[in-house]
Nanobody, 128 residues
Framework: VQLQASGGGLVQAGGSLRLSCAAS????????MGWFRQAPGKQREFVAA????????YYTDSVKGRFTISRDNAKNTMYLQMNSLKPEDTAIYYC??????????????????????WGQGTQVTVSS
């Protein structure tokens, strides 16, 4: 059971990147998925999450209007389109699978303790 994150890189402020998270099993399609990030010297923080069917999405305030989370269950893949990137977006980005099938609030989606499988992370660096 694996999650493989990819798509990170170095980009100038104002630029865009698209992260992907490929799941090794179709069972991931039945669970919410999320993106978290961790900057040097800081705790891991919630970025975005999506329900198992893709109908509900959640974002931390600092990325609303700039980032878009999506998933293609036919490809066992989740995405994070990041536009208008800022230097403060610099971090290692991790994708994760929720441990429960249905969450009922933003706070449930945003809690990393509610996720049981994590990808290895992909580095995003935004230069000013």
């Amino acid at each position: 059971v694996q999650l493989q994150a990819s798509g990170g890189g170095l980009v100038q402020a104002g630029g865009s990147l698209r992260l992907s998270c490929a799941a090794s099993e179709r069972t991931f399609n039945n669970y919410p998925m999320g993106w978290f990030r961790q900057a040097p010297g800081k705790q891991r923080e919630f970025v975005a999450a999506i329900s198992w069917g893709g109908g509900y999405t959640y974002y931390t305030d600092s990325v609303k209007g700039r980032f878009t989370i999506s998933r293609d269950n036919a490809k066992n893949t989740m995405y994070l389109q990041m536009n208008s990137l800022k230097p403060e977006d610099t971090a290692i980005y991790y994708c994760a699978k929720a441990s429960g099938r249905t969450y009922y609030s933003y706070h449930m989606y945003a809690n990393p303790d509610n996720y049981d499988y994590w990808g290895q992370g992909t580095q995003v660096t935004v230069s000013s």
